[in-house]
Nanobody
Framework: VQLVESGGGLVQPGGSLRLSCAAS????????MSWFRQAPGKERELVAA???????NYADSVKGRFTISRDNAQNTVYLQMNNLKPEDTAVYYC????????WGQGTQVTVSS
């Protein structure tokens, strides 16, 4: 099983990034896919999730700015992040959840001028 995140980096406030999480080793379409983040000194928190049927939910702090999507043909989940703020700075993790949970290794997002 592998979850490999990519797309992180340094961006100025107001900028955009698109994170990707490529999955392998399990039946992707059966899993709820989520993005979490963890800032220094803080607990890991749920950012966004997408169900097997495409339903989505978001943390209040990112509603209207972030969009989660999935491509079952490509076994990939995305997180489009717009209007980024310094408080969005964190390591972003991908999670696959069904009977068990799998985690990726994380990708750093830094929002700074």
């Amino acid at each position: 099983v592998q979850l490999v995140e990519s797309g992180g980096g340094l961006v100025q406030p107001g900028g955009s990034l698109r994170l990707s999480c490529a999955a392998s080793g399990f039946t992707f379409r059966r899993y709820v896919m989520s993005w979490f983040r963890q800032a220094p000194g803080k607990e890991r928190e749920l950012v966004a999730a997408i169900g097997v049927g495409g339903s989505t939910n978001y943390a209040d702090s990112v509603k209207g700015r972030f969009t989660i999507s999935r491509d079952n043909a490509q076994n990939t989940v995305y997180l489009q992040m717009n209007n980024l703020k310094p408080e969005d700075t964190a390591v972003y993790y991908c999670r696959a959840q069904y009977s068990v949970a799998y985690w990726g290794q994380g990708t750093q997002v830094t929002v700074s001028s």
